[in-house]
Structures are given as structure tokens and as C-alpha cells.
């Protein structure tokens, strides 16, 4: 499943890399220290968080992430928002708890790193 098909079926809110959305979601990681997101997600997975800062779109470059995922309705600060521009990473949005937002992604087949 692409970033466009689950973007579609979450209805979630695309901040940036709107040109990345055909990019394959291979798995899916949850997480909000930098530190075991990089010790632990793999590439090409979707990165659920609540930072917003930009050092979250270094670690997605470093990592190979497919996209962030922010979660509880967070907004991308606008250093990071233009960062992830700049390095052409999709930052996608919800309203839903990390929770309840990896729940529906396992509904839809996405599976943990």
C-alpha cells in the first residue's frame, strides 16, 4: 500500500512531500525518541509521532522513513515543515492518538517494523 492509498483511507492531512505519496509503506513504527527510531525502524516504514521539531525529518532522511505521521491533531513547526520540503519527505497528519492511528493501519494490512 502507498502513502496516497492510506492518506485516502485515514483521511489524513498531507503537510508535505506531496510529490512522494506513490512511495510503498513496507511497515510501520510508532515511537518519540529519536534515539530508538533509529536504533529500531526499518526502512521504508511510516513513522508514527508527536515531535514536530526539525531534527524528526533528519532521522526520516537517515532512516529511508517512508513519511512521519503526526499524531493528537500536532502540526509540523514551520522550520520542519520547510526542512521536509527541502528533502522532499511527506509529513502526514491526524487528529487520532498513536493508538488508535496504528490501530486502522493494521487494519488496512501495514504491519510493525
Do not use: C
Not at 29 to 56: E, F, M, R
Amino acid at each position: 500500500m502507498n502513502l496516497a492509498e492510506i492518506a485516502e483511507h485515514l483521511d489524513l492531512r498531507v503537510y508535505s512531500g506531496r510529490g512522494r505519496l506513490e512511495r510503498a509503506v513496507g511497515a510501520g513504527y510508532t515511537g518519540d525518541l529519536l534515539s530508538d527510531v533509529i536504533a529500531h525502524a526499518h526502512k521504508d516504514a511510516l513513522w508514527i509521532t508527536i515531535q514536530v521539531h526539525p531534527n524528526i525529518i533528519a532521522v526520516a532522511v537517515l532512516k529511508e522513513l517512508s513519511a512521519i505521521l503526526l499524531v493528537n491533531g500536532r502540526e509540523p513547526a514551520p522550520e520542519t515543515a520547510a526542512r521536509a520540503e527541502k528533502e522532499n519527505i511527506p509529513v502526514l497528519g491526524t487528529p487520532l492518538s498513536a493508538f488508535d492511528i496504528a490501530g486502522r493501519l493494521r487494519e488496512l494490512g501495514i504491519r510493525g517494523a
